[in-house]
Each structure stands twice: as structure tokens, then as C-alpha cells.
């Protein structure tokens, strides 16, 4: 029997045509749908006339526009228009739909796998490029645009040409301190911002085995930043464990029956990948970016590099750009860089165990008196759960501010917004100019790191706070 | 979308690698709900200052580039986010051919899927053709049917495209609509895995 990984048992079961000289068309299990790339695809099935085929497959839930403070006071009216489209279009196509008032609302890639729709197996697209996220769960998620998120209404099915199979491969152990996000920042760091163009990854080794489902999920969220429309984990006996017993997860016997046929999809040993990347995990310290591309970072003992170090020019021309457009010198400690504010929140970076280790730093502490401070938990669950366990009061009683569930200030669509020239500590997937502002400074950390800027107002190595709490 | 084949266009150079979906069209711009109107919006913080100000740097600034339609970039162009508001944008504006040694996969996939050729030619090419176009006016012939780009002075260079891109472009088709003319093997594949039909 041929060996084969996980990315390719998925892509079997899922395939509807093939055809010499075509891409696949591939069947969707499961289509999330969000407001900002959604009402041109409903306007298009509209016009031509079209359904949605398989509304029992679709969930929407609105999350990139929607207040963090009072929930129900949008300032901006296109903001409002948005989410007011979504609700009429799920409501004419039958489309289930966790609305700003619904408990189930929060970002589309927390509340996906909170429900446990998200499961092994399953394709998965949605049109935000952050879908991979779901890959944490041995899926095959995807981002897509608006015209394949119409599509994909229209027929439940996409066409892709079969990706190529890269491995990476994180070995050994992890040090003190460091966490998931670290592991992806690494990565990126290391192997740059297009390695992954033209192939799914799988995260595979020691490292990645002992993380938890939130953490594998942070891990995979951020494989677009490495250029791979898709990242996924092999599922294992954590994967079904924390399947059991959620809402859309399949029940009693029928979740027996899954998990062995779930278990059955893991990459075969000794299967062949295009490509295998390796990294070890003893290697990473908590980490840091100072430029504007997830690569451009480091562990948190280094220096703001000089463009000199580049080899082409294209890069020493980046960097340099990015230098300037970030305000930094090279040669500057990273742990002298100040902080203005901190955003704990995204897709990356927002689920209960996030908010508690940043809450572990914070913890007795203060958030220095220049810094504006964020938690913007990912869903209104993950809310509820972290105030059943009091962290809202420890980060209250620290200075930061605990809002509402959404994207936030990861892209700044709603009011949370970096303003021009200041600098923020964010737990988001991208430092992009602009991105949490015009003219805002971002630079990319693990929540704890996030914390540790807060109250200490500039970057710190966290693991120097962490060993005072222990 | 509009068929593409042979085209000829006066050509802008953008020599940035990693050109993000962020640039091309900031998020702030995202909120309108129809696919048309976002040209005026394309790379908004490199083309105006925070008061609305055209920054004079920024060659779409330039009256000699700004009727460009086809753009020479560097490496891995239109990484980032999923939005398709960036092809829109760029369409919008008048740009129908963009040529970079690669591009971001999503984003990629949406060019075509709204009628843009997204040309790949190799690193020195796509230098050779950022040296040329800094000169205003130098202007640039596609042809897909041949997938060759040459210049008036001696520039040719061929590229690849997958068969099935360069057909839908060829012909502008809208691809639901060559999906659901074989609708029977979804409903084939549905009574398979689900043991019914949805149709």
C-alpha cells in the first residue's frame, strides 16, 4: 500500500472531477462565511439567479467590522451597512448566523473549531486567508476570495490544482517560555515569507506533538505568512479529545466511530513529502519582528539588523524601507524598543489559554502609564470562560482594558486603531504598513511577550518576568 | 469577465518584493459592497499623505505613469489577505497585466477569476523590464495565446500559465457557469458521501 500523508488522504476523499489538463474540482465540507468578503458573492448568485447548495454546510458569523466597547453602537455607517448585508443575505439563502447579539459570535476561525464544526478530514474554506487555521485539526482549510466564496455557494465545490506536500519539521523540545507562536514566528523568520507558495504544509516532530489545540491552531494560523494557503497537524488522541462532546462534533457512538476513522487520516509513517524543512525547538527564543513582513524577526536577544547584512538588493531595499517606515536604527537592542500600545486578541492569538498566559505576566502588575493596553477576547465564549476564572479582573486590575469579541485591532476595521507613528505590541499574524493603522508600527509577539511590553513598556525578554511568578 | 488575449500597454514600475494585499488596497476601503469603485483606492497610503495629499515619490503620482496598464513588480506580489478587493482595485484602475517573478497563491487565483494576467517571467526578466519602464512611455505586447511579452526593441521572453487559467482567461468564462453545466458528477459525488442529492 502506498504511503501517503495526511494532505493527500483528504484530497482524495474530496475529489468530485478529474480531468487531464484541469485542476481538481474538489468538494467543500464546510464554508464559513464572514461580512467583508461575502455580499459580492451573494449579490452575484442574485443576479444570475443562483441558491446556495448546501446551506447545511455554510455558517456565518460577523466579526472584521464589529465593535469592542458597546456592541451595538457601530460609528461607521459602511461598517453597519456590512453587517446589516450579511444578516439579510443569510436570512434569504438560509444560512445559519451568529450575529452581533448571538452568544456564539467571535471570530470565524476561534468559534469554528469552539463548536466543533471544525473537524478532521474536512475541507474547509472561508473567504479570509486565515482559514488555515483549522488545519490544526488535520483539515484541509483554506482562504479564498469573494469569487470563490460565490462559488462555493453556488456549487459546494472549488477547483484547485492538487498542491504540492512541504514538512516542517519541529524537533525536540521547547525551552522555558516559549510558546506556539514563537515556534511560527521562527519558522517564518528562518524559511521567509514565501516558502510555502505552492504547497499545504504539515507541522510534524516532538515539539508540535505536545502542544495543545489552541496552540497548534496559532501555529497553523500564521502558514499564509509563510506563504501556504494551508498548514495542518496529523490528528491525534489531543485532536479527539478536545472534539468530545462539542455542539457539532458527532455524538456518542457516531464520535467513536469518527475518531477512529479521524486518527486513520494521520500522514502514514515513512510517507514522502516534496519538500521537508526542519528547525529545532531548543533553538527558539520568544520572539520578535522590527520589520514589515512576518520574516522580518528575531529572537528577542537580538538587534535590529542593518540592511548591509542582506545579500541581494531587493532585501538590503526592504529592509531599509521597513527601517525607516518602522523608525527603528539598526544595531538597537530589541529589548530597548518602546511600546505605545498592546493588542491581545486575532485569530492568532485570542482563545482561553492565550488570555491566560498573558494574564500570568500581568498578573500583580501594572501597565506603565504611556501604554494603551487591549484584550479583545476571540469569542464571546472564550469571554464568559475567562471571566468564570476571573482573568478580566487581573487584567483589569493591571490598567488594560477587556473588551468585546472581534478582529479588533489586528486590521483595524472597526474603532481600534494604532494611531500614525505609534508602536504596537500585537499578537496578530501581520506587521504589514498600515495594518493596524495608517502609519502604525506593529511588531508581532506571543501574548505573554504582549503582556510583558505592557508593563514594562518597552520589550522584554518575558522569560525574565516569568521566572519571578514561578 | 472580459476575455484577454493580445494586449498592448504603457508599463509602471513598482521594484518592491513582497508587495501585501494591505498596500495594494488598505483595509479601510473594504467595507463597500459592490465589486466596482475601488480603483480610486489602489496602493492608497503610497499614492497619499495622511491629509489626502498626493505623495509626489510615488511613480503612479507621476502624470507620465499614471495611465499605466501594465505593472512590473518584484517577488512574491499580493501576499497577505484573501481580499479580492485587491484584483478589483487594480482592474478598476486600469491595470490588466501585472508581471512579477511569483505571486501569493489567493491572490493569484483571484486575478484570473476577474479576467487580470498575471504574468511570471523570471527574476532577470522582470529586472530587465523594471530598468526598462522607468523610462515613461516604454510600453509592453502580451500575447496569451503565445504566453510571449515583447518590447519595440528586441525584448522577448515567454511564459508559462497552466492550460486551464489561460482558457478561462482566453475566453473570459464565468466559471460557475462551466461548473454547473456538469452539475451531475456533484450530485454524483453527493450520493456517494451523503446518499442523496442537493439539487
Known amino acids: 500500500m502506498t504511503k501517503k500523508t495526511v494532505i493527500e488522504k483528504i484530497w482524495e476523499n474530496h475529489v468530485v472531477s478529474r480531468e487531464?489538463?484541469?485542476p481538481d474540482l474538489l468538494y467543500i465540507d464546510l464554508h464559513l462565511v464572514h461580512e467583508v468578503t461575502s455580499p459580492q458573492a451573494f449579490e452575484g448568485l442574485r443576479m444570475n439567479g443562483r441558491r446556495v447548495r448546501?446551506?447545511?454546510?455554510?455558517?456565518?458569523?460577523?466579526?472584521?467590522?464589529?465593535?469592542?466597547?458597546n456592541r451595538h453602537i457601530v460609528n461607521d455607517p459602511i461598517s453597519k451597512t456590512q453587517m446589516e448585508t450579511l444578516k439579510q443575505n443569510c436570512r434569504e439563502f438560509g444560512i445559519e448566523l451568529a450575529d452581533i447579539d448571538h452568544p456564539d459570535q467571535g471570530i470565524v476561525h476561534v468559534i469554528g473549531p469552539q463548536?466543533?464544526?471544525?473537524?478532521?478530514?474536512?475541507?474547509?474554506?472561508?473567504?479570509d486567508s486565515h482559514t488555515s487555521t483549522h488545519g490544526a485539526f488535520g483539515a484541509l482549510a483554506f482562504g479564498i476570495g469573494t469569487s470563490e466564496v460565490e462559488h462555493v455557494l453556488a456549487t459546494q465545490t472549488i477547483w484547485q490544482k492538487q498542491p504540492k506536500t512541504l514538512q516542517i519539521k519541529v524537533n525536540g523540545k521547547l525551552g522555558f517560555g516559549v510558546q506556539a507562536k514563537d515556534i511560527i514566528l521562527a519558522i517564518i523568520a528562518k524559511f521567509g515569507v514565501n516558502a510555502g507558495t505552492g504547497y499545504v504544509m504539515e507541522f510534524t516532530g516532538e515539539a508540535i506533538r505536545s502542544l495543545s489545540m489552541e496552540q497548534r491552531m496559532t501555529i497553523c494560523n500564521m502558514s499564509i505568512e509563510a506563504g501556504a494557503r494551508a498548514g495542518l497537524v496529523s490528528p491525534d488522541m489531543t485532536t479527539v479529545e478536545y472534539l468530545r462532546g462539542r455542539r457539532y462534533a458527532p455524538q456518542g457512538e457516531e464520535f467513536e466511530a469518527a475518531a477512529k476513522a479521524w486518527l486513520a487520516l494521520a500522514s502514514d509513517e515513512g510517507a514522502e513529502y516534496d519538500k521537508t524543512l526542519e528547525i529545532e525547538a531548543a533553538e527558539i527564543e520568544p520572539q520578535l519582528t522590527w520589520g514589515t513582513n512576518p520574516a522580518m524577526g528575531s529572537g528577542i536577544s537580538g538587534v535590529v539588523p542593518s540592511p548591509e547584512q542582506f545579500e541581494r538588493e531587493a532585501d538590503k531595499e526592504s529592509v531599509r524601507h521597513a527601517l525607516e517606515y518602522m523608525g527603528l536604527q539598526a544595531g538597537m537592542k530589541l529589548t530597548e524598543i518602546p511600546v505605545d500600545y498592546v493588542f491581545i486578541g486575532s485569530c492568532t492569538n485570542s482563545r482561553l489559554s492565550d488570555l491566560r498566559a498573558a494574564a500570568e505576566i500581568a498578573k500583580g502588575r501594572k501597565v506603565q502609564d504611556h501604554v494603551t493596553a487591549i484584550v479583545v477576547p476571540g469569542s464571546q465564549t472564550v469571554k464568559q470562560q475567562a471571566e468564570a476564572e476571573g482573568l478580566d479582573q487581573i487584567f483589569i486590575n493591571a490598567g488594560f482594558e477587556w473588551r468585546e469579541s472581534g478582529c479588533s485591532m489586528c486590521l483595524a476595521m472597526n474603532d481600534d486603531?494604532?494611531?500614525?507613528?505609534?508602536?504596537?505590541?500585537s499578537t496578530s499574524n501581520r506587521n504589514f504598513e498600515g495594518r493596524q493603522g495608517s502609519g502604525a508600527r506593529t511588531h508581532l509577539v506571543s501574548p505573554s511577550m504582549a503582556a510583558a511590553a505592557a508593563v514594562m513598556g518597552r520589550f522584554t525578554d518575558v522569560r525574565e518576568l516569568a521566572g519571578v511568578n514561578q | 469577465m472580459e476575455p484577454i488575449n493580445q494586449f498592448t500597454g504603457t508599463v509602471c514600475p513598482i521594484n518592491r518584493a513582497n508587495i501585501d494585499t494591505d498596500q495594494i488596497i488598505p483595509k479601510q476601503f473594504l467595507k463597500r459592497i459592490e465589486r466596482q469603485g475601488f480603483g480610486q483606492f489602489v496602493f492608497y497610503n503610497w499614492r497619499f499623505d495622511d491629509d489626502g495629499n498626493k505623495r509626489k515619490d510615488f511613480i503612479l503620482n507621476d502624470p507620465q505613469f499614471a495611465d499605466a496598464e501594465i505593472l512590473v513588480a518584484g517577488e512574491n506580489f499580493g501576499c497577505g489577505s484573501s481580499r479580492e478587493h485587491a484584483p478589483w482595485a487594480l482592474l478598476d484602475y486600469g491595470f490588466r497585466v501585472i508581471i512579477a517573478p511569483s505571486y501569493a497563491d489567493i491572490f493569484y487565483n483571484n486575478s484570473v477569476k476577474n479576467g487580470i494576467l498575471a504574468v511570471k517571467l523570471t527574476d532577470e526578466e522582470v529586472e530587465t523590464l523594471l530598468q526598462k519602464s522607468s523610462a515613461p512611455g516604454f510600453k509592453l505586447h502580451i500575447n496569451l495565446e503565445q504566453q510571449s511579452v515583447s518590447d519595440d526593441s528586441g525584448f522577448t521572453a515567454h511564459f508559462d500559465i497552466d492550460p486551464y487559467w489561460k482558457k478561462m482567461l482566453l475566453n473570459g468564462w464565468d466559471e460557475i457557469s462551466v461548473t454547473l453545466s456538469d452539475e451531475d458528477r456533484i450530485r454524483q459525488f453527493e450520493e456517494k458521501v451523503y446518499g442523496k442529492q442537493y439539487s
Not at chain 1, 54 to 69: E, G, K, Q, S, W
Not at chain 1, 417 to 425: L, Q
Open chain 1, 115 to 127: 463548536l466543533g464544526l471544525t473537524q478532521p478530514g474536512k475541507t474547509i474554506v472561508c473567504g
Open chain 1, 417 to 425: 486603531i494604532v494611531p500614525p507613528g505609534k508602536r504596537c505590541a
Open chain 1, 54 to 69: 448546501r446551506p447545511d454546510l455554510t455558517y456565518a458569523t460577523m466579526d472584521h467590522n464589529v465593535p469592542t466597547i
Open chain 1, 20 to 22: 487531464e489538463g484541469k
